[in-house]
C-alpha cells in the first residue's frame, strides 16, 4: 500500500513531498530505479526560519527514536534557536558518546550553512538503515545541530532586501547620535532590492563605463577624469545627519560576543559590550555548558573556500604539538574531500578575530573545531587556469570584473545582474539604480547546492568520526605468590582526537578522565606500564585514593596504555574509565 503523508503546512508542500515508504513493493512494480527516500526535500532553494522550523519539526515527527528537537532559547527578536539532537537510545544515552556540535548561520547573511545542517539530518536519517557506516556512526556519537544561530539576520536577509543583514538585530547606535537602528536602507523604486546607485557626472567623475560593456564600471587614475561616480546603496538620509544607511538594524559582529580573547570594541570592532551579550550566544554557551560530552564542533560560515582552525589572533600562541598535529591530519584530508578548499590557521589565512566561536568552542569546552567557508569563485569554473587568464589576457571574456558576468550570463542566465536603470532620487537627483543581487558571490548558485552541501556534510561527519572512543582491551592476571597479583588491562582510544586535548588540560576546562576499581580485591598499588611487550619498570600512579585514579591529561588518540595493579585477595574486580568527551568502557576480572 502506498502510504502518502500530506504537509498541513501549506508553506512546507513547496519544500517537502513524503514518497512511499514500502520501497520493495515500488521496485516490484518498476517505478523507480532508486530506493524511494521517506522525506524528499527540494534542496535547491533557501528557506527562512518558519519553514526551516517546519521542517525540523517533520523530521523528529518522522524519526521520534532518533530525533529530539528543542530550544537552546530564543533570538533578540524571538525566533526559537533550534537544536537537533541526533542520538540512538539503544546504543546508550546521550551523555555516555562523544558529541559533535554543528553550528550556522552565526552570520545572517551566510545562509547555506543552515541548509547543509539540514540535508545532514535528513541524510543521516535516511541512510540509516541503507549504509552500514552512517549506522555505526549514529550508534557510536550523538550530533548535536543548529542550523541557525542568528535566525533573526538570516530572516532579514531573505525579506527580498537583505542588505546588512551580517549582524543580529540588538538595537546599537551605530552613528553615535543616541537613536538605535534610524538608518538603514530603504526600498525607494520598490523592486524589493536593495540596489547600488551610479550617477552620470561627465567629466567630473571617478568611474568610466568598461569598453565592451557599459555594466561595468571601472575607475580612472587619479590624473583622469570620468563621467560617473558611485553613491553606495539605495537609500535616504533619514536622520538628516548628512550620511545615508549609516545605521541599520543591528550593527555588531556576533562572532566576535564569545569570551576567548575577547576584546571591547575599539579593539575588535562589532565585540558589544561584553561577552556572552547577545542572547544567541548566551544560550549556546548554556547549551554547551549543559554538554561537556561535546568533543568536536563545525561552523558553517560563508565565502572564501577555507577549513579553518584556530587560533583566531598570533598574540593567544598556537596550540601545543599534540593538538596541532590532530588539527592537521583532520585538516589535511578535508582539503581532500573538498576541492578548491584550503585548510588555513584562522589568523593567519584570513584575518585576526577576538572573541570568535571556534576560539571559545575549543578554549572554554576542549571541542576540536573548525569553522568552513563554503564557497569560493574559483568553484564558478572550476579551473585553475582562471587566474592565469584574467593576468594574460585583458581581451579575456573573463578578465577582472568580467568573469562575473560571464558566468551570470552563460550558467545563471543573467539571474544575479539588476540592469542600469534611470531613477528620481529625491536627494541625489537623476541617477541609475542597479548592480549585483545579495546572493551572487557569497552564496553559491542553486544548482550547485548538492555538491556543496554534501561534501562539507561528509567532512564534518569525518570528523566526527575522529572523536574519542574509550575502549578495554586485553586484561592480564599473574600470581605473585602470598595472596598476591599482578593484574594488567589495557585501555584504548580508538580515534585520533585525544579524551581531553592538550589546550584544554592547559585550560582546567574538562574534566580529569577518571579510572575506577570496583570489587572485593584490595589495590597496593598500580602504575602505567611503558611498554609491555618489553621489560620496564613501571610508571607509579601518585595519588592517595588508587581505587579512583584521575588522569588529568587524558587518553591520547589511537592509543592503548596498559595500567598494572598489585591486589591483594582474589574475586571479580572491575575497571571503568570514564571520559566526558569519550564515554565509558569497563572489563571484569577475575582474579584467582
Not at 558529541?99 to 540535508?119: P, T
Not at 559582529?253 to 576567548?260: Q, T
Not at 568536536?296 to 596541532?324: C, E, K, T, V
Request: proline share 6%; aromatic share 12%.
Amino acid at each position: 500500500m502506498r502510504i502518502i503523508r500530506l504537509l498541513a503546512a501549506t508553506s512546507l508542500t513547496a519544500i517537502a513531498t513524503v514518497l512511499p515508504l514500502n520501497t520493495a513493493d515500488v521496485w516490484a512494480q518498476g517505478q523507480s530505479s532508486d530506493p524511494a527516500y521517506t522525506l524528499t526535500f527540494a534542496w535547491d532553494r533557501w528557506v527562512d526560519h518558519d519553514e526551516m522550523t517546519d521542517m525540523m519539526e517533520l523530521m523528529a515527527e518522522t524519526w521520534p527514536k532518533f530525533l529530539t528537537l528543542s530550544s537552546m532559547g530564543k533570538s533578540y527578536g524571538g525566533r526559537d534557536l533550534w537544536v537537533m539532537t541526533i542520538n540512538n537510545p539503544d546504543t546508550g544515552p546521550e551523555m555516555s558518546k562523544a558529541g559533535m556540535f554543528i553550528e550556522a548561520n552565526i552570520h545572517g547573511n551566510e545562509i547555506q550553512g543552515g541548509e547543509i545542517c539540514l540535508y545532514t539530518i535528513w541524510y543521516l536519517m535516511e541512510h540509516y538503515d541503507r549504509n552500514p557506516e552512517i549506522r555505526r556512526l549514529v550508534d557510536e556519537k550523538v550530533f548535536y545541530i543548529a542550523p541557525t544561530v542568528n535566525p533573526d539576520g538570516r530572516d532579514y536577509f531573505l525579506d527580498n532586501t537583505g542588505s546588512g543583514a551580517r549582524t543580529g538585530h540588538v538595537p546599537v547606535d551605530s552613528d553615535g547620535d543616541g537613536l538605535f537602528d534610524e538608518d538603514g536602507p530603504d526600498d525607494l523604486d520598490g523592486d524589493g532590492v536593495i540596489e547600488q546607485i551610479r550617477k552620470y557626472v561627465p567629466g567630473e567623475g571617478t568611474h568610466r563605463l568598461h569598453p565592451d560593456d557599459p555594466r561595468i564600471l571601472e575607475a580612472v587614475a587619479p590624473w583622469e577624469k570620468g563621467d560617473w561616480v558611485l553613491l553606495g546603496s539605495e537609500g535616504l538620509d533619514n536622520d538628516g545627519d548628512g550620511r545615508v544607511n549609516e545605521d541599520p538594524p543591528g550593527g555588531y559582529d556576533p562572532n566576535r560576543n564569545y569570551a576567548a580573547d575577547w576584546q571591547p570594541n575599539y579593539i575588535q570592532g562589532g565585540s558589544m559590550d561584553y561577552p556572552f551579550r547577545l542572547p544567541e550566544s548566551r544560550a549556546t554557551e548554556d547549551f554547551l555548558a549543559a554538554h561537556p560530552n561535546i568533543a568536536g564542533s563545525q561552523s558553517y560560515h560563508n565565502s572564501g573556500g577555507m577549513i579553518l582552525r584556530p587560533p583566531g589572533a598570533a598574540w593567544y600562541g598556537d596550540f601545543p604539538r599534540s593538538d596541532i598535529q590532530v588539527y592537521d591530519e583532520i585538516g589535511e584530508n578535508a582539503e581532500r574531500i573538498l576541492p578548491w578548499y584550503n585548510y588555513i590557521i584562522l589568523w593567519r589565512g584570513l584575518y585576526t578575530v577576538h572573541g570568535g566561536s571556534i576560539d571559545w568552542f575549543s578554549d572554554g569546552h576542549g571541542a576540536v573545531s573548525y569553522s568552513n567557508e563554503l564557497w569560493n569563485g574559483g568553484k564558478y569554473f572550476q579551473s585553475p587556469l582562471l587566474s592565469d587568464q584574467q593576468s594574460d589576457n585583458p581581451r579575456s571574456m573573463i578578465f577582472g570584473q568580467r568573469s562575473r558576468f560571464f558566468f551570470d550570463d552563460f550558467l545563471e542566465f543573467g539571474e544575479n545582474f539588476n540592469d542600469w536603470e534611470t531613477f528620481q532620487h529625491p536627494e541625489y537627483g537623476e541617477v541609475e539604480m542597479g548592480g549585483w543581487g545579495k546572493f551572487f558571490g557569497r552564496i553559491n548558485p542553486r544548482f550547485m547546492s548538492m555538491e556543496a552541501f554534501h561534501r562539507n556534510m561528509a567532512f564534518t561527519l569525518y570528523h566526527a568520526d575522529e572523536m574519542p572512543i574509550m575502549a578495554m582491551g586485553d586484561t592480564r592476571v599473574e600470581s605473585m605468590g602470598n595472596g598476591l597479583y599482578k593484574v594488567q588491562v589495557d585501555i584504548a582510544n580508538t580515534r585520533l582526537i585525544p579524551s581531553i586535548t592538550a589546550r584544554a588540560m592547559n585550560h582546567r576546562v574538562v574534566r580529569p578522565d577518571l579510572l575506577t576499581v570496583d570489587g572485593n580485591v584490595e589495590i597496593l598499588a598500580a602504575g602505567w606500564v611503558p611498554d609491555r611487550n618489553r621489560p620496564g619498570k613501571t610508571q607509579m600512579v601518585d595519588q592517595k585514593d588508587l581505587n579512583r585514579i584521575m588522569i588529568r591529561s587524558g587518553h591520547p588518540g589511537r592509543t592503548t596504555k596498559t595500567i598494572e595493579y598489585l591486589v591483594r585477595g582474589t574475586g571479580d574486580m572491575e575497571v571503568i574509565y570514564s571520559s566526558v568527551k569519550g564515554g565509558t568502557a569497563s572489563t571484569t576480572v577475575r582474579v584467582r
